[in-house]
């Protein structure tokens, strides 16, 4: 029988090993993101800042920077360079119109979903080997460390898992 202390160790070596298979994932991820990009003219910051934006614009500067993890001063030059490709409008905050707005544009929501779809398509080939109950458990296991476990199971509804 194992002793609390192996116990303890065992669960920090499993924590551990989950880091660094998320790190790898999440470098992995950046990676495949790199030829879905091209030919776009829109750098990875560029389109997560876009992404941002189509999931829950419009936005403030502010907002778009707390969403983004990122500084407002950095949420400011890439929002500039968005703009100035036409993919992201710039407006007033209705209430003060001192505040800056950010939102998506047609042309930068049909953007966001050309290397969106380009994306899946190269991640799907490099998860093609795994069984539907596997893939399903890690998209349940993220969405729960992303603190959305709801995410999960709306992703997962109709699952043959």
Do not use: K, Y
């Amino acid at each position: 029988m194992p002793t609390p202390a192996r116990e303890s160790r065992n669960a920090t070596d499993a924590e551990a090993l989950l880091v660094e298979a998320l790190f790898n994932a999440t470098r992995t991820f950046r990676h495949r993101l790199r030829p879905a990009l091209e030919g776009t003219g829109l750098t990875s910051p560029m389109f997560w800042t876009l992404h941002q934006l189509v999931l829950d614009g419009p936005l403030t500067v502010g907002h778009l920077a707390d969403a983004c993890v990122v500084t407002p001063a950095n949420v400011s030059a890439t929002a500039e360079q968005l703009e100035q490709a036409g993919l992201v409008a710039r407006s007033s905050a209705p209430h003060d119109r001192r505040v800056v707005v950010l939102s998506p544009t047609a042309r930068g929501r049909s953007a966001h979903r050309a290397v969106w779809t380009r994306l899946g398509r190269l991640l799907g080939a490099s998860l093609s080997e795994l069984r539907a109950a596997d893939l399903d458990a890690a998209t349940r296991v993220l969405a729960h460390l992303a603190g959305a476990p709801e995410a999960a199971a709306v992703v997962l509804e109709g699952s043959t898992a």
